[in-house]
């Protein structure tokens, strides 16, 4: 794995950052609700908002209200459901939804297909749903085979595996589109992207970011598109806090050549 002395030098003025949560800013928990970014991270995050001119994002599969809430006092650009809703840096949100009949339909169904495996739960984000089964691992194939089946019976939806987790959401959603989208609009526009994640889910990501000949990061083991690795959330907090380090080094010497100048 590479450690963060081995990933390249990033500009943060030339730069636009997008971070997954779960795995990357935040260990993976047993539930989601479970889940928090450590205090200085989030603060280590606010300050790089600052430093890329407001080009930063999160992109995940949390929606948006999970995301803000998490993420707090943070409230920029994101992306939620893996990109079903997305936040521009204007404040608008733009959504790709199921229409309320099959949502409310999904939902039903989806709650009577997995009843009969103990540990296993849906999580309804409006526009897709979770099939979580992180606390009976034994039922993988089971949760992935009604997933399958449910895509085989509706058109309108596709599948996205994840660590312990199925998403069922609407198709041409995925986290490289909502990327795609951020980096065509102010302040990303122009800049070059960094994208870092930890899972399946962020491969769509990976390969848009290299299209774009940005930063790729995947976070743990497994084979992946992205062009850099860390090891765990840990190596991600470490390399965020130098990141903060850094700008504060770069003020520091800049104070101080002004004061030799005065």
Known sequence: MTDSDSLPPIPLDTFACFFDLDGTLAPIEKRPEMV???DNIKQALG???NATGGALALVSGRALMELDALSAP????????HGAERRDAQGNIHRTELSPPLAQKLERELTAAIAGFPGCHIEAKGMAYALHYRQAPQYQHDILAVAEAFVDR????TLQPGKCVVDLKPKGVDKGAAIKAFMREVPFAGRTPLFIGDDLTDE????????LNGI???VGPGDTAARYHLD????????????????DNYSIKTKSSVGEDL
């Open 36 to 38: 928090s970014i450590p």
């Open 47 to 49: 300050t790089l908002f």
């Open 74 to 81: 943070l409230l920029g650009p994101a992306a939620g459901v």
């Open 154 to 157: 509706y058109a309108e939806l």
């Open 204 to 211: 769509a990501g990976f390969i848009q970011v290299n299209a």
């Open 216 to 218: 790729s990061i995947k």
């Open 232 to 247: 765990d959330v840990g190596h991600v907090h470490l390399w965020l806090l130098s990141l903060v380090e850094q700008l």
